[in-house]
Each structure stands twice: as C-alpha cells, then as structure tokens.
C-alpha cells in the first residue's frame, strides 16, 4: 500500500454569485445543481470496496466544486453526513468564502476530525487575492467588493481553528501589486501566530495562465518587468521570513515543477453526473475528448480503472526543453496544454508543455531570480 488518495471533484452546481473578471468559467455558468446524491454515494461505495482502489489507495478526498459549490448546501451536507463515519473519505470545499457562515456549524462540528493519520476531515479553500487584487478582480454579481467579506470569513475560521486555506489568482497585469497582495495576506497570518498555519501555508498565488495568450509581445514584456521589480521589492523581505521560520512566505521561491495526476488519481463529476478527467477539462472545445464515463455506467469503477492505467502509464514524463529549462518552479495545466497542442497522440498532447511560451517566459524570471535569493540565503 503506497498511501496516495484518490480524488472525486464533484461539481455541486454550475452557478456562481461572483462575477471575477479573470474566471474561466464564465461562458459555462447556468443554473444547474446535481442532485443525485444516492446515485452518487453507490458508485464511490462500489469504488471504496473495488479492487483497484484497494490497491493502489487508502483515502478518497471528495471535492466540492462549481461555480460557487456552497450554492447547493443539500449536496455538500447530504454527502458529508453519509461518509461521516467512514475512515477513508475526507472532504474538501472549493469556495469563495461569501457564503461560509452558512457552514459555520458543520465546519465546526468536523474542525478537530481527521482520517488516515492528520488529514481533516473537512477542509475549506477560500478563494482570496489580497488587496488590492480581491476588490479590482473578484466582485459579487451584484458590483460589490467583497474583500472585507472575504477577510472576515477567514478570520471566522481560523480563529475557530477550523481546517482551511487560502487560493490566490494573479493576472500579469497585477504583478505590479505583487507586493501589496503578499503584505495584505501576511498580516491575516500575523493575526494568528500559532504556528501550523505558517507551517502549511503561505501566499501562493497561481498565475492565471488560462488566457495568457491574449496580451501581446509588447504588453507580456512590460508585465514582467513589473514582476522582477515587485519580486526585487520583496526579497528582503522574503529573506528575513526565511531567516526566521527556515521556509519562504512567497511559495513561488521553493523549488517545484507540479506534475498533474488528472486522469491518473484525479476525475471529476459535472453537475448532470458525467465524469472528466478533472475540473479543469470541462470548460474548452476538447471536453469530450476528456470524457470518461458518467454514473448511471454499470462499468463506472472499471472505466476509472482504465484512465488510471492511461495516465499511470510513462507518468512523470517532460519534453527535454523542461529538463533543461532555466525555471525552478512552474504550474502546468494539462487540459489547456492538449487544447493547444498539435500533436496527434492523447498523452503526448496531455503532456506538450511547452505549448504556452508566454507563460514559460514568466517562469523562467521567476528561476533567475530565485536563484538569486537563493545565493544570498
């Protein structure tokens, strides 16, 4: 037995109450919900008891994701108290914060529960960007800035010490308030100086790659430099943190090249119950080719037996430009790799990382300079 866990993205709802200017989604939002919560829990039983999860796995971590997933609190409420009992199901909640004093009490109820050694049994992902990003980007439907609100439900969670994390998202045009962003999302972790949360988090801001192409050469050119100067502002800083916690703030400064398990360890369930190979495969041109099974199939755990095979097969594997590239941390989306690739083989395309030149340039500043922090540390 190897450990790994096995993840189930299941999209509660296809509807959102924010209206971020940078989401992905934002042609697919309709006001849809799943409902088929007894279909559901039969199909992940019949996983929990197969051989192939057996064998490869000892937790499965059921994701809920949207749009805005806390939209459908019967879906995420009905599921959690099913699995409630079972040792090798824990949960995760994608949200947006807004509506989190709905789910204060059951947070609260699971927020000292874990499974399978020190994983909560429950565990929330706020969506925050610091200021001033949260108020430029990340409105309601309705126009309002939400960061306050956003800050206030973190503050509410983590003063209860309830299992949660923030997600940051970072447009090139915003490097500029690289600076700022990191400082706002500080001074939440200053507020509660217990120790584990400096441990296990930090800002981590994904840059928002899915668009990346839009900007031109001239414009790319011009945000970068605006990312050397903001992380030039930071090092000291970044330094000093490091010299006193022996960890980075800013993860962008720790080695990493993520290799995706989409496919392999990873599906997920759109609202009408067809299962893809992850939440980031349902939203472009090539989703069928993405599909995988749906949960009205008798052969439902055989058919993620079989992706798991495919994508199990070679995994690990890098063009021999990200050998030798010069950055020394980058984030890679295999579905919006495949979208662009124009190589004809399924995993070769999954895995044509080099189909996004402008997101390896900002990369690639990113490894020079934290290889220069580095030297100094």
Same mark, same amino acid.
């Given at each position: 037995?190897?450990?790994?866990?096995?993840?189930?993205?299941?999209?509660?709802?296809?509807?959102?109450?924010?209206?971020?200017?940078?989401?992905?989604?934002?042609?697919?939002?309709?006001?849809?919900?799943?409902?088929?919560?007894?279909?559901?829990?039969?199909?992940?039983?019949?996983?929990?008891?197969?051989?192939?999860?057996?064998?490869?796995?000892?937790?499965?971590?059921?994701?809920?994701?949207?749009?805005?997933?806390?939209?459908?609190? =019967?879906? @995420?409420?009905?599921?959690? +108290?099913?699995?409630? &009992?079972?040792? /090798?199901?824990?949960?995760?909640? #994608?949200?947006?914060?807004?509506?989190?004093?709905?789910?204060?009490?059951?947070?609260?109820?699971?927020?000292?529960?874990?499974?399978?050694?020190?994983?909560?049994?429950?565990?929330?992902?706020?969506?925050?960007?610091?200021?001033?990003?949260?108020?430029?980007?990340?409105?309601?439907?309705?126009?309002?800035?939400?960061?306050?609100?956003?800050?206030?439900?973190?503050?509410?969670?983590?003063?209860?010490?309830?299992?949660?994390?923030?997600?940051?998202?970072?447009?090139?045009?915003?490097?500029?308030?690289?600076?700022?962003?990191?400082?706002?999302?500080?001074?939440?972790?200053?507020?509660?100086?217990?120790?584990?949360?400096?441990?296990?988090?930090?800002?981590?801001?994904?840059?928002?790659?899915?668009?990346?192409?839009?900007?031109?050469?001239?414009?790319?050119? =011009?945000? @970068?430099?605006?990312?050397? +100067?903001?992380?030039? &502002?930071?090092? /000291?800083?970044?330094?000093?943190? #490091?010299?006193?916690?022996?960890?980075?703030?800013?993860?962008?400064?720790?080695?990493?090249?993520?290799?995706?398990?989409?496919?392999?360890?990873?599906?997920?369930?759109?609202?009408?119950?067809?299962?893809?190979?992850?939440?980031?495969?349902?939203?472009?041109?090539?989703?069928?080719?993405?599909?995988?099974?749906?949960?009205?199939?008798?052969?439902?755990?055989?058919?993620?037996?079989?992706?798991?095979?495919?994508?199990?097969?070679?995994?690990?594997?890098?063009?021999?430009?990200?050998?030798?590239?010069?950055?020394?941390?980058?984030?890679?989306?295999?579905?919006?790799?495949?979208?662009?690739?124009?190589?004809?083989?399924?995993?070769?395309?999954?895995?044509?990382?080099?189909?996004?030149?402008?997101?390896?340039?900002?990369?690639?500043?990113?490894?020079?300079?934290?290889?220069?922090?580095?030297?100094?540390?």
């Amino acid at each position: 037995m190897n450990g790994r866990m096995y993840h189930i993205d299941l999209t509660t709802t296809a509807n959102c109450n924010f209206n971020c200017t940078y989401c992905f989604e934002h042609n697919y939002f309709q006001h849809k919900q799943f409902t088929e919560y007894d279909l559901l829990t039969k199909k992940v039983d019949e996983l929990l008891n197969s051989e192939f999860f057996k064998n490869n796995y000892e937790l499965l971590n059921i994701g809920f994701w949207g749009g805005e997933p806390t939209l459908n609190k =019967e879906c @995420i409420t009905t599921i959690i +108290d099913y699995y409630k &009992d079972n040792s /090798k199901v824990k949960f995760f909640i #994608y949200s947006n914060g807004s509506l989190i004093k709905e789910y204060f009490d059951l947070l609260k109820e699971y927020s000292k529960v874990t499974v399978g050694g020190n994983h909560p049994k429950v565990c929330t992902q706020i969506s925050y960007d610091g200021q001033p990003l949260q108020d430029m980007y990340r409105k309601d439907k309705q126009g309002n800035l939400t960061g306050k609100k956003i800050k206030d439900a973190i503050r509410l969670l983590w003063k209860n010490k309830i299992p949660s994390v923030i997600k940051s998202v970072i447009t090139p045009e915003s490097f500029k308030h690289l600076k700022a962003a990191r400082e706002d999302i500080l001074s939440l972790f200053r507020e509660f100086p217990q120790g584990d949360f400096f441990r296990s988090q930090g800002y981590f801001p994904t840059i928002e790659y899915y668009n990346i192409e839009k900007y031109t050469v001239e414009e790319l050119t =011009e945000y @970068i430099q605006d990312l050397e +100067d903001s992380m030039v &502002d930071i090092a /000291k800083d970044e330094i000093e943190f #490091y010299r006193t916690n022996n960890m980075f703030f800013l993860k962008w400064l720790n080695p990493g090249k993520a290799l995706c398990s989409a496919g392999r360890d990873m599906v997920c369930i759109d609202w009408n119950g067809n299962v893809f190979k992850c939440h980031g495969s349902l939203y472009d041109n090539k989703t069928g080719e993405h599909y995988i099974t749906t949960l009205t199939d008798n052969e439902f755990v055989n058919k993620l037996e079989e992706s798991h095979k495919l994508h199990a097969f070679n995994f690990g594997f890098e063009p021999q430009e990200c050998k030798d590239c010069e950055a020394t941390f980058c984030l890679r989306c295999n579905p919006v790799k495949f979208v662009r690739s124009e190589k004809t083989n399924y995993l070769d395309k999954w895995r044509d990382y080099t189909t996004q030149p402008e997101l390896c340039k900002v990369y690639k500043k990113l490894g020079k300079i934290t290889k220069a922090i580095n030297q100094i540390i």
